[in-house]
């Protein structure tokens, strides 16, 4: 379940670190005097989706750090556990 969770996690801070360059990308062509040295086609595409970009940066930073909380409190969770079965351990030892 640990492995999972970490493969997932890591899926997902790729799929936000690749949405954000490329809305930064986008962000950076569209301002400025850059809009105009692209040609039409492909400033057109730009100055319409690069909010879009914008807003799908967010949902994947955000998803991913929900992701890695979610994988931390799975962490958390077994390793009280296993602490409390070596306390069971250790106490039927002694009795």
């Known amino acids: 379940m640990v492995i999972i969770m970490l493969i997932i996690s890591l899926l997902g801070t ?7 360059t ?3 990308y986008i962000t950076s062509h569209v ?5 105009l040295t692209l040609n039409s086609e492909l ?11 914008q807003g799908y940066a967010a949902i994947s930073v955000i998803a991913a750090v929900v992701l890695w909380i979610i994988f931390i409190f799975i ?7 296993r602490r409390k079965k ?5 106490n039927n ?3």
């Open 14 to 20: 790729f799929a936000a670190i690749g949405c954000t």
């Open 22 to 24: 490329y809305a930064v």
């Open 43 to 53: 400033g057109y595409r730009y100055a319409t989706t690069y909010r879009d970009w």
């Open 31 to 35: 301002s400025g005097e850059k809009l």
């Open 93 to 95: 030892e002694r009795n």
């Open 86 to 90: 070596q306390m069971e351990a250790v």
């Open 75 to 81: 962490l958390v969770k077994k390793h009280k556990k």
